[in-house]
């Protein structure tokens, strides 16, 4: 069993659709959560970044986490063909720049 | 405004031929990573370093190796490149000083011919 399990996709959604994302782990010991996204032949851009559990919103994003299920989501509101990018989700368990683990991302296609 | 910078994009190389790729940081992080993402994969940490103290993953192939001149460069070698070293190579920075999360270089994508 993987440590991160992320939902495969593919995913199309029509533009203005509510995403959801969706990552689950096994190993207690994260405490750091990322959301990255990445757009074909380009690197990893980081878009949210969380530690607690709860809720973190940023403009159309909002990154949820619950550790007590070990599960962590994000959501993108009024999508948009920009939007089409795999995802990819990732924890550390400190966040001093420890090794991060991934999950094996999601791709996204907001059809317009 | 490239804060971790990769070079060349794009790199074609022959079976068995040495190939080097390079990055460089802008933002004087203590902590560089080398990683490879094959198509529709996760990033696979190869290595890394905390300043210059060299970390090598348990899986990672002998013929990679790298080399950190000064704290803004990082590079990877591959000795003799075969054809499943085909793959997208990411550079990233940490800062064990904080806890802000890792950046990402655009990657380079290595061809094998």
């Known amino acids: 069993q993987k440590e991160v399990e992320q939902d495969p996709g593919p995913l199309s959604v029509p533009e203005g659709a509510i995403v959801s994302l969706n990552c689950t782990y096994s190993?207690?010991?994260?405490?750091?959560f990322m959301w990255y996204r990445q757009y074909s032949r380009k690197g990893p851009e980081l878009l949210m970044y969380?530690?607690?559990?709860g809720n973190k919103e940023d403009g159309r994003f909002t990154a949820q986490v619950d550790k007590s299920s070990k599960y962590i989501s994000l959501f993108i509101r009024d999508s948009q063909p920009s939007d089409s990018a795999t995802y990819l989700c990732a924890m550390t368990q400190t966040g001093s720049a420890r090794q991060l683990t991934f999950g094996s991302g999601t791709q996204l296609t907001v059809l317009p | 405004d490239a804060m971790v910078i990769q070079n060349p994009r794009y790199q074609v190389t022959q079976f068995g031929k040495p190939v080097t790729l390079s990055c460089s940081q802008t933002?004087?992080?203590?902590?560089m990573y080398w990683y490879q993402q094959k198509s529709s994969q996760a990033p696979k940490l190869l290595f890394h370093?905390?300043?210059?103290?060299?970390?090598n993953e348990a899986d990672t192939p002998d013929n990679f190796q790298s080399r950190r001149p000064n704290t803004s460069f990082c590079f990877l070698d591959i000795r003799s490149p075969g054809l499943g070293d085909a793959a997208m190579y990411l550079c990233?920075?940490?800062?064990?000083?904080?806890?802000?999360?890792?950046?990402f270089g655009d990657g380079t994508r290595l061809s094998i011919l």
């Open positions: 990233a920075t940490g800062w064990t000083g904080s806890n802000q999360p890792q950046h």
């Open positions: 969380t530690y607690s559990s």
């Open positions: 190993n207690s010991a994260f405490q750091y």
């Open positions: 933002l004087n992080h203590n902590v």
């Open positions: 370093y905390y300043d210059k103290d060299f970390n």
